[in-house]
């Protein structure tokens, strides 16, 4: 039983256009939420996190959109670059199990020059 | 400030035999967990261990066991190997357990079962 959805294997964006990466979740009970990226052969990097107090937060080129009534959460870069190229990840949690994190499937972004 | 530790990187073992994955958390940091990823799969929880204390544990079989040292240091365990358990297994760290924590990963070791 599948959590968290990442219905998008994959997205192709142009170098310095607005690349957006949805997530879908099921649990109302998830209250916080992570977006990974991971290249072959590395562990994921942490990128940025909301929690469900806010709609929106921010890092640089990154910001993460959360809407709870839809279960729904996006990823913006902007703008993109070819070094964002890679595999992203979303992941939840609820506040009763710890660091128990489920995860999507991801999406594998290619920023094209 | 070094990251988290995997050892090995690769590993291939045969069917039946068991295996012991290694990770090294981030110093000052409690936790760790373990995840399996398996090709075109999210990641998926195996368990948490927070001071020396199995915190959580997700839905893998008894095969899949765990510990964690009074240093941090955490090992996984494998027993009676599948085909089923190739994977690329990865440990993460966190300062604390809940609370909005962030994990940090390791490289992950790729068990091949041949």
């Known amino acids: 039983d599948q959590q968290v959805k990442q219905n998008s294997p994959s997205l192709s964006v142009q170098e310095g256009r607005i690349s957006i990466l949805n997530c879908d979740y099921t649990n109302s009970m998830f209250d916080y939420f992570l977006w990974y990226k991971k290249y072959p052969a590395e562990g994921p990097t942490f990128l940025i996190s909301i929690s469900s107090i806010k709609d929106k937060n921010e890092d640089g080129r990154f910001t993460v959109f959360l809407n709870k009534s839809a279960k729904h959460l996006s990823l913006h870069i902007v703008p993109s670059q070819p070094g964002d190229s890679a595999v992203y990840f979303c992941a939840a949690s609820d506040p009763f199990t710890g660091n128990q994190f489920y995860f999507g499937t991801g999406t594998s972004l290619t920023v094209i020059p | ?114």
Not at chain 2, 1 to 18: D, E, N
């Open chain 2, 1 to 114: 400030k070094a990251g988290v530790t995997q050892t090995p990187r690769y590993l291939i073992k045969t069917r039946g035999q068991q295996v012991t994955l290694s990770c090294s958390p981030i110093s000052g940091h409690r936790s760790v967990s373990w995840y399996q990823q398996t090709p075109g799969q999210g990641l998926q929880f195996l368990f948490e261990y927070f001071s020396e204390t199995q915190r959580n544990k997700g839905n893998f079989p008894g095969r899949f066991s765990g510990r964690q040292f009074s240093n941090s240091r955490s090992e996984m365990n494998v027993s009676t190997l599948e085909l089923g358990d190739s994977a690329l297994y990865l440990c993460a760290s966190s300062r604390q357990t809940g609370g909005n924590e962030k994990l940090f990963f390791g490289s992950g070791t790729q068990l091949s079962v041949l």
